[in-house]
């Protein structure tokens, strides 16, 4: 369903690279569903999709969880309106979508998703603000962040967090998923999802 709508939108905007509209189904489908792989979002969970790019992770999350909002942000307009059309167009209502910077966004989620949008650090200063406090998942409310190659650097920092490196807003700990555990096939080999909590 998702892959003939967004080949259509992408010959009229440009939102998914040539190579990878080609493996659309792997690189962004599939991939975004890896977080379906470590938490079933409860009904009335409310999610902030951060940096979505074309919709992604949110327009597949939001399919797989009906009974959860999905809010979906991104600085670029145009892809925006690729990701509300092709919501509007398979009759998702529980999403919606708004072209505002992560940094100026002030609402609370339970849970902030992205892919890969910048340095696990820059994500955190970018949103953490926007994480509730009261949890009514399995995981306790924070950042769940798709992400490849090797993150030990960058997890590096989050230590420093734990150790008081960004204060009483920052998070305490965190778990990294490698998604070559959930799938095989070969492109999942160097991504994991880290949660941050």
Not at 66 to 90: M, N, Y
Request: hydrophobic share 40%.
């Amino acid at each position: 369903m998702l892959g003939p709508l967004y080949s259509d939108w992408n010959s009229k905007i440009n939102v998914i690279s040539r190579q990878d509209i080609e493996n659309l189904c792997e690189r962004h489908i599939l991939h975004s569903l890896g977080i379906a792989k470590v938490i079933q979002f409860r009904p009335g969970t409310q999610i902030l999709d951060a940096g979505t790019g074309g919709g992604f992770p949110g327009l597949p999350l939001a399919i797989l969880f009906p009974g959860s909002g999905f809010h979906l942000i991104d600085s670029t307009a145009k892809k925006l309106k690729v990701a509300k059309q092709i919501a509007s167009e398979i009759g998702l209502d529980n999403i919606s979508v708004e072209h505002i910077r992560l940094e100026d966004h002030r609402r609370q989620y339970d849970f902030v998703v992205s892919r890969a949008v910048t340095t696990l650090e820059e994500m955190v200063r970018w949103t953490w603000k926007n994480i509730a406090a009261e949890s009514k998942n399995d995981l306790p409310n924070g950042i769940l962040y798709l992400k490849g190659g090797d993150l030990s650097g960058e997890l590096g920092g989050v230590e420093a967090w734990r150790h008081g490196g960004l204060g009483a807003w920052g998070p305490s700990s965190y778990k990294v998923y490698p998604l070559g555990g959930f799938f095989s096939e070969p492109f999942f080999e160097t991504k994991s999802l880290v949660h941050l909590f």
